[in-house]
């Protein structure tokens, strides 16, 4: 066994694997336009296709975060599940049929299902009184992944086509598991972490209110391109869009985890649920230039909620129950953005426009502000 690595060693690595990691995982909506022309699927099969590619992230993270915990095999949990999912990009890349796209794309949201548990627990470990700030750091390499997706995905579709650019995605995940498996030492287990010891009553409630607000991020994120093309845009300009949108996760990232050190979960929680319940009605009343100003806004909120729900599930978490706890979390949040992407779609087919369907967010994101006001100003300190 090498000898432990030191903290901001342990952080870079991880910045860096999230940066493949949320690249990989948010790269389907540059893909909609190509794989809706070629198989001549409208906005129902498009949520279909991200529920499925979704489905397993949010069934799978609270059992694969427990089963680390207890067994100490967070390492082998996180290079398997980058070696999954880029097996499932590769057989998306050759998919004969929608339905075949489908079927696979669940291995993709079983790779998603191994990294934020396991991600956490490591940060957690190594900076055990500042891991608010170090986790938002963290999420910089998140931000860069989403960045960097759009337009890496679009540029290479138009030069080659969609399948050669979903083969292109296997190549970092393969090289990210070899670093891992390199880099990082496996923790000691926790032989008596249980699932059902890692829940509490603000741990669920941290759960669903982080579920409602990644519902309205999500499900303006994966229709984004789609409906630009759908608006005469073309399919390369509104990925670059997209790209440019996504860059404010690098700021709000850093900026969640920095506030929720200085001020609490719950306040930042509040502040983000305010924010997004004004600008998903900004986005119902507005068009062109100054809507898209509005989802841009929508998706700082949403980003600068990512480091601070792992960091509340991180701050409820039992004591070596840190994976399971940010699963229960993020699985909660990962099977409700799944099921609203077909009703998102099934609306949109319903009234014939995208944004009428995406405004409909709004009543989601008042109800995530109200539920936010019940978190608790002092959650459990590990």
Known sequence: MTSKPQPRATLFVFIAAHTVNDFYATILPAFLPAVASEFDLDYTELGILSFAFTLLTGVLQPTLGNIAD????RRWMLVRG??????????????????????????????????????????????????????????????????????????????????????????????????????????PPTR???????????????????????????????????????????????????????????IAQPLGGWAFDRIGGRQVFLAAASGTVVRVAAFAVTSGAVSLIVVTGIAFFAFSLFPVGLALASQLAPKGQTGAAVGIVFGVSGLMTAAAQPAVGA??????????????????ALLSLVLATRIAKEPGVR
């Not at 207890?70 to 095999?73: I, K, L, V, Y």
């Not at 609306?347 to 709004?362: K, N, P, S, Y």
């Open 70 to 73: 207890r067994s100490g095999r």
């Open 82 to 187: 980058f070696r999954v999912a880029a097996v499932g990009f590769l057989a998306m890349a050759v998919a004969p049929t929608f339905w075949f796209i489908v079927a696979v794309s669940l291995l993709c949201g079983l790779g998603a299902a191994t990294y934020h548990p396991q991600a956490t627990a490591f940060i957690v470990s190594a900076y055990p009184r500042r891991f608010g700030r170090m986790l938002g750091i963290h999420g910089w390499g998140g931000a860069v992944g989403h960045f960097l997706a759009p337009a890496a995905a679009v540029l290479v579709i138009a030069a080659f086509n969609w399948r050669i650019a979903m083969m292109a995605i296997a190549i970092p995940l393969v090289l990210t598991a070899i670093m891992l498996r390199v880099r990082l030492d496996e923790p």
């Open 192 to 250: 008596s972490a249980t699932l059902r010891s890692s829940i509490s009553s603000q741990l669920v409630l941290v759960a669903i209110t982080f579920g409602l607000f990644s519902v309205v991020g999500r499900s303006f994120l994966t229709f984004f391109v789609k409906m630009l093309v759908d608006e005469g845009w073309q399919e390369t300009s509104a990925g670059v869009l997209l790209t440019i949108v996504l860059l404010v996760g690098a």
């Open 347 to 364: 609306i949109a087919e319903m009234v014939g426009d995208i944004r009428v369907a995406l405004a409909w967010q709004l009543p989601v």
